[in-house]
């Protein structure tokens, strides 16, 4: 892994954590799903515009308009539109630790529905992973984190994890930008009618502050996040890209912490590392052995065993 991945892995990570601190500040001052709509929507505008400049085709194969229907309504609709509504009662950094969960799921439920073999270190990752989620939520319980809202944020990281077993494997496409792009308008069209329904009168405190995070979550976790996602997966590969998810735990607490003042004690601290650690045992355990060096140079790319997909 050069220097070059490794400052676009941070910058991802970076990115994806701070997400949650935004978007605490916008579900707070406007409706949820009327939010997302409207993101959705505007990132899905300028996605086609820049898949267009560069030089993508909006003529998809069936693999990648299963792939963008899938993670459309999944990850969009419904992992985050549950997080988005659970924001309104718990905070950024509560949240941030649930999605964290993703990398550690996905290896769960890779070895109990789908028989995947996991090392050793993998299963150690998962128990870290577990406790350290364990000791922050239960410290959280106890000072009055919703239960409602912890709940809606643990279904939606589970979405997100069928969704991206479901279409592991898929590979890569010369068509990125375009299928995130379609992915957002995916979501935006499943979110609408719920929106109007539910939120059809509930009312806007508008402010530059809700301006500015609004503008920040299309632009940088919506699109720039998921650009130098692809970017990464394509450089280095899907495992090794995913190691990165180690760090979303301890931006996340340290993000809401920073520009939130949310709670930050010695229980978060020590929890975040604890996951942290378990997420990259998990990853690192996934890396694939050392090949041998072939006497011939190969232009075949190797496969990725995921889908290129990020989880924000």
């Given at each position: 892994m050069d220097f070059k991945a490794i400052l676009m892995g941070l910058a991802f990570a970076i990115m994806w954590s701070s997400a949650f601190t935004t978007t605490r500040i916008i579900v707070t001052a406007a409706p949820p799903l009327t939010a997302l709509v409207i993101r959705f929507s505007l990132s899905a505008i300028a996605g086609i515009a820049i898949a267009r400049a560069m030089g993508q085709s909006w003529r998809l194969s069936k693999a990648e308009w299963r792939?963008?229907?899938?993670?459309?309504?999944?990850?969009?609709a419904l992992y985050l539109g549950l997080n988005w509504i659970a924001?309104?009662?718990?905070?950024?950094?509560?949240?941030?630790?649930?999605?964290?969960?993703?990398?550690?799921?996905?290896?769960f439920f890779g070895w109990v529905w789908l028989g995947e073999r996991l090392r050793p270190a993998a299963i150690a990752g998962l128990a870290m992973g577990v406790a350290g989620v364990a000791l922050i939520m239960g410290v959280r319980l106890q000072h009055g984190l919703d239960p409602v809202g912890t709940l809606l944020c643990i279904i939606a990281v589970i979405a997100l994890t069928v969704a991206t077993l479901v279409v592991r494997g898929t590979g890569r496409s010369r068509n990125m930008m375009m299928i995130v792009a379609f992915q957002m308008a995916v979501g935006a069209i499943t979110l609408l009618p719920f929106a109007a329904i539910l939120e059809i009168r509930q009312p806007i405190d508008w402010s530059w502050r809700l301006?500015?995070?609004?503008?920040?979550?299309?632009?940088?976790?919506?699109?720039?996040?998921?650009?130098?996602?692809?970017?990464?997966?394509?450089?280095?590969?899907?495992?090794?890209?995913?190691?990165?998810?180690?760090?979303?735990?301890?931006?996340?607490?340290?993000?809401?912490?920073?520009?939130?003042?949310?709670?930050?004690?010695w229980s978060d601290v020590i929890g975040a590392s604890i996951v942290a650690a378990g997420i990259l045992l998990v990853q690192l355990a996934r890396l694939p052995s050392a090949a041998p060096v072939s006497a011939l140079p190969s232009d075949e790319p190797n496969p990725d065993p995921d889908s290129g997909q990020p989880s924000r």
């Open positions: 792939v963008l229907i899938v993670f459309g309504i999944m990850q969009n924001m309104r009662t718990i905070e950024a950094s509560a949240a941030a630790i649930i999605a964290s969960m993703m990398p550690l799921l996905v290896a301006v500015i995070a609004f503008v920040y979550t299309v632009a940088a976790p919506g699109l720039a996040a998921t650009f130098i996602w692809f970017l990464l997966v394509n450089r280095i590969g899907a495992v090794r890209a995913a190691t990165f998810h180690f760090l979303s735990p301890i931006f996340g607490v340290t993000i809401a912490a920073l520009l939130l003042g949310e709670r930050f004690g």
